[in-house]
């Protein structure tokens, strides 16, 4: 017997030794890092409601109790129970019964109502019907991504429970070293902007930290064919960790499963959603520029088939040696500080991924509240000594001067946007400008993937603000319905009669004007010297947005013309204003990266300053080191760092 089966029926003897006599256990199973019990009670389990709680802290397991498929009632008897259960306001839209597991996945618009204060009503469906209600949301604005996914899920759900079994067993397998050491190597995003990836290494475990591109720099990707990578062989990977979706860290998560990675990835639920939907785009986009994509829209299927979602806070074994919780990042939707518990207390390191330390419209402030943490890896893509941004009200107030200096002269104001985050900030302050009378009601055009991003973050509201999640809550509330809003859907045409048309504001992507229907606006109002362009978003090195930036008023055509848009030699005159304004980045700057390590209590011993060119690195690395007396480094890529 394997020393895993053998740990199931220890854990089997001892549930059953815990519960009350009259409470069977059928099977205890690992799915990925959950134990599942299965029982032929589970009416008897729902009514102890404490039972579950009890059990897990006992254990330090995290534990979901199923009922055994031989004892379930019919699912057309249980539906009608269940909504009786359920109060009508919840406004449930499927019930969905999976007899292979007892589950019955309840789709809502307010799903709170259906959890019920402490999971009351939750329990007492249980009591009723005996299956296990699993509860999600009805996205209030209709996404096809979150459609897909869920349905693509519920397709694979047999081959998903085999590898969720899989994962577990690898999970709970039996440790074999007794050497004690961590390691971070460096892959990507080391002394510059992109390629983010990383890989944490014990002797038992070998973890990938995110795995993205490189904006404006084809063919520069992390340097996954080192020994300490994928030179290794795509098995020694036992998992994968996405800290969140902007391709400059997850582009290249498919491209694993293309060279034969068949293990988890670690990362919240709208960060599975959006990694989806921006990989997707991103073989769309290397298609229409005529560039060979590095993996299929097969692998991005695999890639998601194989995502285990983690909630913030929630502590979970992910290797036989180490835990993983996320926290809030406040960079977009799900984003995450990842931290890892390495042994029985023997060291923590953790992930900044990108952070927004203060609150923004959008998100609460990144969470810097660890017990322990001996290293931090830590962003630094404003790190520079002078990289100091404008408050937010002030950067909201140039933004508005803006589009009313524009809007008296009858231009346009055109906003090269990221999909994710920037765009739904600058949403928000755009309606509620409005609202107030701050700027004229004008048409708001979404192009790109604008509105089906922004219908993700609606069916997320709980990883938003806390007050824009209250509003979300309330259709005639919920700031993203503005009727001012237009989902450009129509393309060229479209484009062309929005570019004849009236004063207006337009959000596009891509937002460093690297490819994408931005090249479309540049070619119809970019000779218009009435309109301005406002750059909102950080433009790296090598970008369009950063040459734009920096003075370039000609563009080669060429650069227009690969995104189907005509083009050929010449140049394209650029004759609107150039504005940046700054406040609205996703990153904190220099005073928001000190603060969320001075406010660590206690702090790291050592920082590990990535994700920011070479000047922002070791600024910030200086200035951590002088100002805080701890260990700090600008590593380069293809380094190694030994701890213990």
């Not at 597991?101 to 309840?106: A, D, F, L, N, S």
Request: charged content about 25%.
């Amino acid at each position: 017997m394997s020393t895993v089966e053998q740990q199931l029926d220890d854990l089997k003897a001892q549930i059953t030794s815990e519960l009350p006599s009259d409470i069977s256990v059928s099977s205890v199973k690992y799915e990925g890092p959950e134990l599942v019990v299965y029982t032929r009670d589970p009416k008897k389990f729902a009514q102890q409601g404490d039972l579950i709680r009890q059990l897990a802290s006992k254990l330090r397991k995290r534990i979901t109790v199923r009922p055994d498929p031989s004892v379930l009632s019919r699912p057309k008897q249980a539906r009608e129970e269940i909504m009786d259960v359920i109060p009508d306001e919840a406004g449930v839209t499927d019930l969905d019964f999976h007899a292979d597991t007892g589950e019955v996945v309840i789709e809502a618009e307010k799903p709170g109502m259906v959890i019920g204060r402490h999971g009351s009503t939750l329990r007492e469906i249980t009591k009723n019907v005996g299956w296990t209600p699993e509860v999600v949301r009805t996205p209030p604005i209709e996404s096809s991504t979150v459609s897909n996914v869920r349905s693509f899920l519920k397709q694979e759900r047999d081959e998903r429970r085999d590898i969720l079994e899989k994962v577990g067993r690898q999970i709970h397998r039996e440790e074999m070293s007794d050497d004690e050491y961590v390691r971070i190597t460096t892959l990507g995003c080391c002394r510059e902007v992109g390629r983010a990836s990383f890989i944490l290494s014990t002797p038992e475990t070998r973890i990938l930290i995110d795995c993205g591109d490189k904006p404006g720099a084809e063919g520069e990707v992390p340097y996954l064919h080192a020994p300490e990578a994928l030179g290794a062989g795509p098995q020694t990977i036992d998992a994968v960790v996405l800290t969140h979706a902007h391709l400059d860290h997850s582009a290249l998560i498919p491209l694993l499963f293309k060279y034969g990675y068949d293990g988890p990835i670690y990362c919240t639920e709208p960060t599975r959603d959006l990694m989806g939907l921006l990989t997707l785009d991103y073989l769309d986009v290397a298609a229409k520029e005529g560039r060979t994509p590095p993996y299929e829209s097969e692998q991005v299927r695999e890639a998601i088939k194989h995502t285990i979602p983690l909630e913030y806070g929630d502590v979970t074994d992910i290797a036989p040696d180490v835990k993983l919780t996320f926290h809030n990042a406040g960079h977009i939707l799900g984003s995450a500080v990842s931290h890892f518990h390495i042994g029985d207390g023997l060291y923590n390191v953790a992930f900044s991924g990108d952070i927004h330390y203060e609150d923004t419209r959008l998100f609460n402030g990144a969470t810097n509240d660890f017990p322990r943490v001996e290293t931090l890896v830590m962003e630094s893509t404003y790190g520079g000594r002078n990289d100091y941004q404008t408050d937010q009200e002030d950067s909201e107030e140039n933004l508005k001067r803006v589009i009313n200096e524009t809007y008296e002269k009858g231009g346009k104001v055109v906003i090269p946007a990221f999909a994710v985050g920037r765009s739904q900030e600058i949403m928000l302050v755009l309606e509620e400008a409005m609202r107030e009378g701050e700027i004229p009601s004008m048409p708001v055009h979404l192009d790109g993937m604008i509105w089906e991003a922004t219908a993700i973050h609606t069916t997320y509201p709980e990883y938003l603000r806390d007050d824009l999640r209250d509003r979300i809550f309330h259709e005639d509330e919920n700031p993203f319905l503005a009727e001012e809003f237009n989902h450009i859907d129509a393309g060229e045409e479209e484009r062309q009669e929005v570019a004849d048309g009236d004063s207006c504001i337009i959000l596009s992507t891509s937002g460093m004007v690297t490819g994408g229907p931005i090249m479309s606006w540049l070619s119809h109002i970019g000779p218009d010297p009435d309109s301005t362009l406002v750059f909102v978003g950080y433009q790296a090195q090598g970008t369009l947005g950063r040459r734009i930036q920096n003075g370039w008023d000609e563009i080669p055509t060429s650069e227009v013309g690969a995104m189907g848009n005509g083009g050929g030699r010449g140049t394209l005159s650029l004759n609107m204003d150039v504005e940046t304004v700054d406040g609205f980045s996703g990153h904190a700057d220099r005073a928001g990266l000190e603060n969320f390590v001075k406010t660590m209590n206690p702090r790291p011993e050592k920082v590990l300053c990535v994700h920011g060119d070479e000047r922002s690195t070791q600024d910030l690395s200086s200035a951590l080191y002088h100002n805080y007396d701890m260990r700090t480094f600008a590593p380069k890529n293809l380094e190694t760092f030994r701890f213990l």
